[in-house]
Structure formats: C-alpha cells, structure tokens
C-alpha cells in the first residue's frame, strides 16, 4: 500500500508561483510513476503533469506546459510539481498520483494511490 501526502497549497495572486510536495511511503518509491491532476469545482478531474519511475521523461496538459514543472526526488521520496506564473484557472484542488511501474500516463484510471488533496486558489 502506497500513501501519500501533498503540502504546500495555498493562496496566490495571479502571477505567482507555488511549489507542491507529494510524500510517499510504503514502496520503493523508484518504482512509482507520479503524477498530479487537479479538479476545479463542477469540473472532472483533470491531468497537469507526469513523470513516469525512469526519469529523464515528463509529460505536461497543454494549459500547464511551460508554466510547470513536475520532478522527484527519490532520495527523499517526494515529488514536486514548481507552478510558476499562475492565473485563476489554474484554481482546484491538486492531487498526486501513483502508478507502479508505469509509463506516465495521462488517464486518471492508470493510477493506483491517490493523496487527499491541497487546495490551490489564485486571484485576480
């Protein structure tokens, strides 16, 4: 069983940046494929960024690339998600995913563990 914890939400004007951690225990966290989606009020949740356990590939939404920066650290078993110049629609609460084994994929249901979320709100 994989858990894992994200932090570093909040409230930003548009412009800003805030970096995300994802925190993961209960496997190798090498292993993992990590990913975050978001979901806005009303909306599904939606796929940002990947970065599958063989690094050296990421995959961005075309809303978010050249904005955001996914990366891992597997010495301290965290992901990261770097948004930098943030507007109001990138307001949702942001969850971190994993995939053992797996490839990056852009479909929600290709991952297994989910964290509970961090809340993102940025004004105009």
């Known amino acids: 069983q994989v858990q894992l914890v994200e932090s570093g939400g909040g409230l930003v004007q548009a412009g800003d940046s805030l970096r995300l951690s994802c925190a993961a225990s209960?496997?190798?966290?090498?292993?993992?494929?990590m990913a975050w989606f978001r979901q806005a009020p009303g909306k599904e949740r939606e796929f940002v960024a990947a970065?599958?356990?063989?690094?050296?590939?990421?995959y961005y939404s075309d809303s978010v690339k050249g904005r955001f920066t996914i990366s891992r650290d597997n010495a301290k078993n965290t992901a990261y998600l770097q948004m930098n110049g943030l507007k109001p629609e990138d307001s949702a609460v942001y969850f971190c995913?994993?995939?053992?084994w797996g490839t990056g994929s852009r479909n929600r249901d290709a991952y297994d563990y989910w964290g509970q979320g961090t809340q993102v709100t940025v004004s105009s």
């Open positions: 995913a994993a995939d053992p």
């Open positions: 209960g496997r190798t966290f090498s292993t993992l494929s």
């Open positions: 970065i599958p356990w063989k690094v050296g590939i990421t």
